[in-house]
């Protein structure tokens, strides 16, 4: 449980109890609904990660809305967009094993989390990390609902893959940006599951490749 839920549902049971001094039971229940709900939106359920080298997994519950190409600094990428509904698990997990080389805010829009402009003009944190010979982007995005992004890991810390990262309050958007050699583990329309669910599998680089080479060639040798 994210301790949010806790303070959000301590007040609606004092405004509960108020309520039924000051006006009788019955106006205490939709207080008391209001509580349990926050309890449960805030629930923070363990997952199995996966440990294969490479793979990269959902940072958040969710749909997947869309996988396109776009260009990055004059490179190709691809990008995986999630969309989290009211009913989703909020929390954020880091993608992949590596160090966080650097985290921006970026003041913007609330426009709805399937808009196509929300990518680039919506309140958001952009998160990088170098790991596994890769350097990968996450993006938090605020949605028509959200009015709040936690992040509450800083530049140089080291996370795992499927370490929490943060939180998106309500309706909101997870973007992942990775090198477009990754081999795509889902597709449009797929529903997805922070931490577990293996999105793609990054591609050794051709230096790690001919790393690979040498040993086996030494290991044939012997």
Same mark, same amino acid.
């Given at each position: 449980m994210v301790r949010d839920g806790y303070y959000y549902a301590a007040?609606?049971?004092v405004a509960a109890l108020l309520l039924?001094?000051?006006?009788?039971?019955?106006?205490?229940?939709?207080?008391?609904?209001?509580?349990?709900f926050f309890l449960w939106f805030f629930?923070?359920?363990?997952?199995?990660?996966p440990d294969t080298p490479g793979a990269v997994?959902?940072?958040?519950? *969710?749909?997947? /809305? %869309?996988?396109?190409?776009?260009?990055?600094g004059g490179a190709q990428r691809t990008r995986i967009s999630i969309f989290?509904?009211?009913?989703?698990?909020?929390?954020n997990r880091s993608p992949i094993f590596g160090v966080i080389r650097d985290v921006r805010y970026q003041r913007g829009k609330f426009l709805?989390?399937?808009?196509?402009?929300?990518?680039?003009?919506?309140?958001?944190?952009?998160?990088?990390v170098e790991g596994e010979g890769h350097t990968l982007v996450f993006k938090q995005i605020a949605g028509l609902l959200a009015r709040r992004i936690v992040f509450t890991k800083k530049v140089g810390d080291t996370v795992a893959r499927g370490e929490r990262v943060g939180?998106?309050?309500? *309706?909101?958007? /997870? %973007?992942?940006?990775?090198?477009?050699?990754?081999?795509?583990?889902?597709?449009r329309g797929d529903r997805v599951k922070g931490g577990a669910t293996v999105l793609a599998y990054l591609q050794p680089k051709p230096d790690e490749?001919?790393?690979?080479?040498?040993?086996?060639?030494?290991?044939g040798e012997l």
């Open positions: 007040f609606l049971v039924a001094w000051l006006a009788g039971a019955l106006w205490a229940v939709p207080c008391l609904l209001l509580a349990a629930r923070d359920p363990e997952r199995l990660i997994v959902s940072p958040a519950d *969710g749909k997947v /809305t %869309d996988i396109s190409t776009i260009a990055v989290l509904n009211v009913f989703d698990v909020h929390v709805n989390a399937m808009n196509e402009a929300c990518a680039d003009q919506n309140e958001q944190t952009i998160v990088c939180l998106i309050k309500f *309706g909101s958007r /997870t %973007d992942v940006i990775l090198d477009s050699s990754a081999a795509l583990q889902v597709k490749l001919a790393g690979v080479g040498r040993i086996s060639a030494q290991q």
